[in-house]
């Protein structure tokens, strides 16, 4: 006998599905490997429970993450008003202060790139500035930036831990305890199926190796099948790189925009100050007049 792959550790949920429906469909297929069936489906309960187990986890990090991508969503849009309502105080010069105390190294298309991280620990140091500014706007941007970088901590970390129980899960956990006693169980019938291939000549070398697949479809991937899957990640990774192109300069436009409005609203109540002050000013002077003040 040639023998049977050893599966690694590394080997997915489902190709160990995979493996067991192989090995499984061809003992139910000959009446000689039949007696063995028994003690071959007592492993089923084992990779039932253990893919239930890591569906569980894949669930946590699909929550964990959107959690972190929902709160990284609240920054961006924090990031823009401060933009706007800074660029607005520093009479739209860049280089001018309040706008460059948080935007001199990086501009606000730039911090938003990352999902959270440098992000979070650049704006964690922003609130007291904030709330200490005589901007109103600002103030209250503060507090609530204040409380978004608490709750960033704590959405990271709940994402870390997440992170690290599936690589524990995976790497010391259940699953590498359930491939551990797949191989085992793997070993004992090839074991068995080899007596009986010695005890029945007829069968040929080979019939004991048949019951199990030499190697996963991972491992018998082809130089050109992974040729043909780096190109298209990398078709994928260009396009991406282009639509993060655009929407950078889309949400550059959009704070020149908001920036603008808020100057424009800004001069327009302006002017109606000035107006009713005046209008003030000639009634003041008109009464003053009228009572012998002037």
């Given at each position: 006998m040639a023998g049977?792959?050893?599966?690694?550790?590394?080997?997915g949920i489902l190709t160990l599905y995979?493996?067991?429906?192989?090995t499984r469909g061809r003992l139910v297929?000959?009446?000689?490997?039949?007696?063995?069936?028994p003690e071959f489906d007592t492993f089923r309960s084992q990779l039932d429970a253990t893919l239930m187990a890591e569906l569980a986890l894949i669930?946590?990090?699909?929550?964990?993450?959107?959690?972190?991508?929902?709160?990284?969503?609240?920054?961006?849009?924090?990031?823009?008003?401060?933009?706007?309502?800074?660029?607005?105080?520093?009479k739209n010069d860049r280089g001018a202060l309040p706008y460059a105390h948080y935007f001199a190294t990086q501009r606000p298309s730039e911090l938003k790139r990352p999902i959270l991280g440098g992000q979070l620990d650049t704006m964690r140091h922003w609130p007291p500035s904030l709330q200490a500014s005589s901007s109103a706007q600002l103030q209250e941007i503060g507090v609530r930036l204040a409380n978004l970088v608490?709750?960033?901590d704590d959405k990271t970390k709940a994402q870390d831990a997440v992170a690290q129980n599936i690589a524990d899960?995976?790497?010391?956990?259940?699953?590498?305890?359930?491939?551990?006693?797949f191989n085992a169980l793997r070993k004992s019938i090839h074991g068995k199926l080899g007596e009986t291939q010695h005890k029945t000549p007829e069968l040929g070398t080979g019939w004991a190796d048949s019951f199990f697949r030499q190697g996963s479809s991972a491992e018998r991937l082809t130089i050109r099948e992974l040729d043909r899957r780096i190109a298209?990640?990398?078709?994928?990774?260009?396009?991406?790189?282009?639509?993060?192109?655009?929407?950078?300069?889309q949400e550059e436009a959009l704070a020149r925009?908001?920036?603008?409005?808020?100057?424009?609203?800004?001069?327009?109540?302006?002017?109606?100050?000035?107006?009713?002050?005046?209008?003030?000013?000639a009634r003041v002077a008109e009464l003053e007049e009228a009572v012998g003040e002037g």
């Open positions: 049977i792959v050893t599966l690694v550790a590394r080997t995979e493996e067991f429906f192989f297929s000959h009446p000689l490997a039949v007696p063995l069936l669930g946590e990090r699909f929550a964990a993450n959107a959690a972190v991508e929902f709160l990284d969503a609240d920054l961006d849009r924090l990031t823009d008003s401060i933009a706007a309502l800074t660029l607005i105080e520093a608490v709750l960033g899960f995976r790497s010391v956990g259940s699953r590498k305890q359930c491939i551990d006693a298209a990640a990398e078709v994928e990774l260009s396009t991406m790189k282009k639509q993060r192109d655009e929407m950078v300069v925009a908001r920036a603008d409005a808020e100057k424009a609203q800004k001069k327009a109540e302006l002017l109606a100050a000035k107006k009713a002050a005046a209008e003030l000013a």
